[in-house]
């Protein structure tokens, strides 16, 4: 499969928000705001890239040749999780505004299933380390794409007369929801027509 | 078998092991340098981020102060208090000059007392109904009533009475100035928190056109100027004023002002 064809099954085919629904935690709850939904998503997009790559050296060289592939979820987690340790300290020492508007979710993007997703799809589709780093990124930029499109819905939405059961989550659940549908429009043929 | 649990025991030990000192490593590298003051003048502010000092919020203003020299009286919710202990803190003397202010809104014009040149059906912000036409009621001048300065208010002060317009409880009020930076019409305007009497007014149109859309509207009789004349009132501009630096009683003019726009706040409704 090339490059293009990862880049656009993990942004567009298999969004990892829309079509597979990973990571909704942050989708929620960082969208309420433009700025710091594209912060959340480029920190996103950093970590699942090289966690991706790390991932696929603890695969190929500790797990693979010692024969503990058992042990593939708990060490993925430790790689991931001093990773977002990693970008949290980046983060706070280069932008401590960026570092309040994400509050609680930077940490938590730990335990962000779109991360060990990542880390799992890619050793599971038999990819080369180009090509996991590849899948990393274009599936951060699929995140960035729907956190992003969802922001900006939501600032919309902040200003519009909406029913009080509705206000603020219910909402942005049910325009998630319509979002995915939409997303249902990229499936495989598409690809296919796409890149032959 | 029993390499492999030796295998997953030391795989593991031994990348945990590795990815901690990397981490201690990159503590040291990028390790935020705080200034120990920046959390004692924090921790002296009242922390409700109002930003009526002009700076994001209280760790903001905190950290301007160490940093940026910035001036130390700056923080009206917490005044001259505030002031003296951040001084403490730096270890210079504050002198705090001026008096506490507060913000009022200078109209009780309600549905009742005010005609409408049309029926608003619209979003609920005072500004997005400005931008249309100047708002619903045919006075440009006064409360527009659908509540922006409520929303903003970081502390609660203003409320929406059972009458229908909208007071702001002067106890709670901190002089922020957030509400006075939404409002469209400019009706909230600062008085001492010491004053007593208001005009509750804020249209210069002639008297004769104020009658006509407003009942409870300034009409720049004079009467106010004339019964209690050392109160400090000034009509200019068909809309009377008060100059609270006098110290005259008021209490006259608030009994004959024709339209009862002048009115005691102590005195509720």
């Known amino acids: 499969m090339t490059y293009i064809g990862i880049i656009i099954t993990f942004v567009f085919i298999n969004n990892f928000i829309l079509t597979q629904f990973l990571g909704l935690c942050p989708f929620i709850g960082v969208s309420k705001n433009v700025e710091s939904a594209v912060g959340m998503g480029f920190a996103v997009t950093f970590v699942m890239s090289i966690a991706a790559l790390a991932t696929w050296a603890i695969q190929n060289f500790i797990l693979v040749p010692l024969n503990i592939e058992f042990l593939q979820t708990i060490t993925f987690i430790l790689m991931i999780a001093a990773l977002v340790q990693f970008v949290e300290m980046f983060i706070q020492k280069s932008s401590p505004s960026l570092y309040k508007a994400l509050g609680i979710y930077l940490p938590l993007i730990t335990t962000n299933c779109a991360v060990l997703g990542i880390a799992l799809i890619a050793v599971r589709s038999n990819y080369n380390a180009i090509e996991s780093f590849v899948a990393g990124i274009a599936a951060g930029l699929g995140f960035l794409l729907a956190i992003l499109l969802m922001s900006t819905i939501r600032e919309k939405l902040d200003a519009e007369w909406i029913p009080a059961p509705l206000r603020g989550t219910p909402i942005a659940f049910i325009t998630g929801g319509l979002m995915a549908l939409a997303f249902m429009a990229f499936d495989k043929t598409l690809l296919n027509n796409l890149i032959g | ?269």
């Open chain 2, 1 to 269: 078998m029993i390499d492999r649990v030796l295998y997953a025991f030391l795989s593991v030990g031994i990348l945990g092991g590795l990815l901690g000192l990397a981490l201690a490593f990159a503590a040291r590298i990028f390790a935020v340098k705080k200034d120990k003051r920046i959390e004692e003048v924090e921790g002296v502010l009242p922390s409700i981020n109002c930003g009526a000092c002009g700076y994001p919020g209280c760790s903001g203003y905190a950290e301007a102060i160490i940093n940026e020299d910035a001036d130390m009286t700056l923080c009206s919710p917490g005044g001259a208090d505030v002031a003296t202990k951040i001084g403490e803190i730096m270890g210079v003397e504050v002198s705090v000059s001026g008096e506490k202010l507060v913000a009022q809104i200078h109209c009780r014009g309600t549905n009742e007392t005010s005609l409408k040149k049309y029926e608003y059906k619209g979003i609920e912000d005072c500004n997005a109904m400005h931008s249309a036409f100047g708002g619903d009621k045919i006075c440009p001048y006064g409360c527009l009533g659908l509540g922006s300065c409520i929303k903003v208010c970081p502390v609660d002060a203003i409320v929406k009475t059972e009458y229908g317009y909208l007071d702001i409880d002067k106890d709670k009020c901190i002089a922020c100035g957030k509400c006075i930076d939404v409002c469209p019409t400019g009706v909230i305007k600062m008085i001492p928190y010491r004053a007593r009497e208001i005009v509750a007014c804020n249209s210069t149109d002639k008297g004769g056109a104020v009658r006509k859309y407003c009942s409870v509207g300034c009409i720049g009789c004079k009467m106010c100027e004339k019964k209690s004349p050392e109160g400090g009132f000034k009509v200019d501009n068909f809309l009377a004023s008060i100059d609270y630096n006098a110290e005259g009683s008021r209490a006259e003019a608030v009994e004959v002002c024709p339209a009862k726009c002048i009115i005691d706040l102590d005195v509720a409704d």
